[in-house]
């Protein structure tokens, strides 16, 4: 099985600021990884898929990069509603999802 | 709109069985793959595996085999889970998600583009 690890596991940032979130497979998963966003009580959205590409509706401030192993989701100028739970999953070997990073305000 | 319609919440005893429903409305039902994610409470996503629509060829994902049953009711544009021999630990909202399709390429159903409200079972005796 892959396992991918999310790293931080919480994050305190400011809206304005820039976050890094980053999801580490345990083998490679080429550039076969989402990203999803959760917000507290709600179905989780699809942001990015294949590492880079936003879905559809996903304002540009969301950008995404990796390959292999080492994958990184970018907000460049947080939004008072970016605040929430963050999912790395990857599609090499079936659907699993990393543990998640909390997005929280400072 | 493209949307997926769960059923409602469910209590029920350890032991018993549970089937959850999905309703897809606003576009081909037979044309996407149908994924299933748990979440336990103040945990994680857990991709449980998908089924075919098409076909009706469910996937497991490993932990999900055995008490676990994905099923389709295409006349009606339905998914279902069951869940038997219910335990403690199968407490969790229940969420159906539809498979991205990407025209002329593979394997992208394990993204997960329209997804379902979610399904909260509680299992209490």
């Known amino acids: 099985d892959i396992v991918l690890a999310q790293s931080p596991a919480t994050l305190s940032l400011s809206p304005g600021e820039r976050a890094t979130l980053s999801c580490r497979a345990s083998?490679?998963?080429?550039?076969?990884l989402a990203w999803y966003q959760q917000k507290p009580g709600q179905a989780p959205r699809l942001l990015i898929y294949?590492?880079?590409n936003r879905a559809t509706g996903i304002p540009a401030r969301f950008s995404g990069s990796g390959s292999g192993t080492d994958f990184t989701l970018t907000i460049s100028s947080l939004e008072p509603e970016d605040f929430a739970v963050y999912y790395c999953?990857?599609?090499?070997?079936?659907?699993?999802f990393g543990q998640g990073t909390k997005l929280e305000i400072k | 709109q493209v949307q997926l319609e769960q059923s409602g919440s469910e209590l029920k005893k350890p032991g018993a069985s549970v089937k959850v429903s999905c309703k897809a409305s606003?576009?081909?039902?037979?044309?996407?793959?149908l994924n299933w994610v748990r979440q336990a409470p103040g945990q994680g996503l857990e991709w449980m595996g998908w089924?075919?629509?098409?076909?009706?060829?469910?996937t497991y994902a490993q932990g999900f085999t055995g008490r676990f049953v994905f099923s389709l009711d295409t006349s009606v544009s339905t998914a279902y889970l069951q869940i038997s021999s219910l335990k403690a630990d199968d407490a969790a909202v229940y969420y159906c998600?539809?498979?991205?399709?990407?025209?002329?390429?593979?394997?992208?159903?394990?993204?997960?583009?329209?997804w379902g409200k979610g399904t909260t079972g509680t299992v209490s005796s």
């Open positions: 998600a539809r498979g991205m399709q990407i025209p002329g390429r593979s394997y992208y159903f394990y993204y997960m583009d329209v």
């Open positions: 083998q490679s998963v080429s550039n076969y």
């Open positions: 294949d590492a880079s």
């Open positions: 606003g576009y081909t039902f037979t044309s996407y793959a």
């Open positions: 999953q990857q599609r090499s070997k079936g659907g699993t």
């Open positions: 089924i075919n629509t098409n076909t009706g060829n469910p």
